[in-house]
């Protein structure tokens, strides 16, 4: 495979290239990329000072986001040097705005992983909220405070989740799974698929 070429990747995706588009087209609606990669308030795991920063938009009730999940959090746990920054772009149903805002509450008890895996472990689509709440109360969060935390910090958690979805119109996105990896774009992965974008990232990196 040839550098310069585009990545078929073993999803079937296409791994283009997001930038310097990316922020020609952030810039063009007012929003700087190092907004889109470094928000405060946007979840972020893996290693903090990784060499590749990957971004993660998804809906709840996304099932190509579910069925990806599990691979990218092994990637991401077995490169190690990963950068990992989810976005919550709830576009599907009301339903994935509720479990969006349950599990973006959550962060301010650090829960926001546990409340997020319960969320995605859920088969199917177009869940309904009651069954949301059941699945993040097994998960052991205390949901009185995530309750309680969501009203103190409503006004926070619609301001996040209006950025994510002003960021992923401006960089053209057209649906959930959406991933920036390094300089690049793509959509659905799966495990050997986030490895050879991990890798193609840092040698596009490595070659600037």
Not at 47 to 60: C, E, S, W
Not at 79 to 106: C, H, M, N, Q, Y
Not at 144 to 154: G, I, P, V
Request: hydrophobic share 45%; charged share 25%.
């Amino acid at each position: 495979m040839r550098r310069r070429d585009l990545i078929l990747l073993a999803a079937g995706a296409a791994l283009t290239a997001a930038a310097p588009g990316l922020s020609r087209r952030a810039a063009a609606q007012g929003i700087d990329t190092e907004a889109i990669l470094r928000d405060p308030e946007a979840p972020t795991f893996g290693n903090p000072k990784g060499d590749v920063t990957a971004v993660a938009f998804f809906d709840y009730n996304c099932p190509f986001c579910k069925k990806a999940a599990p691979d990218l959090d092994r990637a991401v746990a077995e490169d190690g040097k990963i950068r990992l920054v989810l976005k919550d772009w709830p576009i599907l149903t009301e339903a994935s705005v509720f479990g969006a805002r349950l599990a973006l509450a959550a962060a301010y008890q650090d829960r926001y992983a546990l409340v997020h895996h319960a969320l995605m472990a859920i088969p199917g689509r177009r869940i309904p909220e009651e069954t949301m709440r059941e699945a993040v109360q097994a998960s052991g969060v205390d949901l009185a405070r995530l309750q309680a935390d969501h009203d103190k910090n409503a006004d926070r958690i619609t301001a996040l989740l209006r950025r994510n979805a002003a960021q992923a119109q401006a960089i053209g996105l057209q649906g959930t799974p959406s991933y920036l990896i390094g300089p690049f774009r793509t959509s659905t992965l799966d495990y050997k698929g986030f490895k050879q974008a991990f890798a193609e990232a840092r040698r596009r990196q490595a070659a600037q």
